[in-house]
């Protein structure tokens, strides 16, 4: 029962174009949503979060968007660039007010940008 | 400043046979999580410790174990090895209320 969807399994972005990465989630119960980005032979980093009180947050070059309504979550990255080639993956949490210990994530998105 | 550190990096285990893997989280970090990683899916949660307490478990069957330690420092247990058990086993801490910031895993491959 994936509670987190990542429906498209890889996206090709050319270089300094815009790269939108979509995430769906089925549990209305989650209140903080994050990116993580990772790279073959490495741990995922974290990239950037929203809390489901807001519905943007921007940092750099990296915006992520939170639709609650649809339960719909993407992450925008402008310019695109190739050292960005990565799995992405979008998680959730049910309770950002004690820990984040428990995360539930996405299958991820294999983003390659291209010259 | 030193990162989640797992070990070891790479392990090969036969069928049957027990398993442990070590984390040292972030200096600072209360907090412990494990994750499992099939090819081609998301980490699954398997447990999570706070102040040396379980908070937390995921789906997993009882041949799965961790603790932590007064330092911080988690172990992951793992009895009576399955084909399926082969993954990569990734570490997290994190501070009460933050972010989860993640080791760089432990590839383990049962034969």
């Known amino acids: 029962d994936q509670q987190v969807k990542q429906n498209s399994p890889s996206l090709s972005v050319q270089e300094g174009r815009i790269s939108i990465l979509n995430c769906d989630y089925t549990?209305?119960?989650?209140?903080?949503f994050l990116w993580y980005k990772k790279y073959p032979a490495e741990g995922p980093t974290f990239l950037i979060s929203?809390?489901?009180?807001?519905d943007k947050n921007e940092d750099g070059r990296f915006t992520v968007f939170l639709n609650k309504s649809a339960k719909h979550l993407s992450l925008h990255i402008v310019p695109s660039q190739p050292g960005d080639s990565a799995v992405y993956f979008c998680?959730?949490?049910?309770?950002?007010?004690?820990?984040?210990?428990?995360?539930?994530f996405g299958r991820g998105t294999q983003l390659t940008v291209w010259p | 400043d030193a990162g989640v550190t797992q070990s070891p990096t790479h392990l090969i285990k036969t069928r049957g046979q027990q398993v442990t893997l070590r984390c040292s989280p972030i200096?600072?970090?209360?907090?412990v999580s494990w994750y499992q990683q099939v090819l081609g899916q998301g980490p699954q949660f398997i447990f999570q410790?706070?102040?040396?307490?379980?908070?937390g478990r995921g789906n997993f069957p009882d041949r799965f174990s961790a603790r932590q330690f007064p330092n911080y420092s988690s172990e992951l247990n793992v009895n009576a090895l399955l084909l399926g058990d082969s993954a990569l086993y990734l570490c997290?801490?994190?501070?009460?209320?933050?972010?989860?910031?993640f080791g760089q895993g432990t590839r383990l491959t049962v034969v």
């Open positions: 410790y706070y102040e040396k307490e379980e908070r």
């Open positions: 200096s600072g970090h209360k907090s």
């Open positions: 998680a959730a949490s049910p309770d950002r007010g004690s820990t984040l210990g428990r995360l539930y």
């Open positions: 549990n209305s119960m989650f209140d903080y």
């Open positions: 997290a801490s994190s501070p009460l209320g933050a972010e989860a910031f």
């Open positions: 929203i809390s489901s009180i807001k």
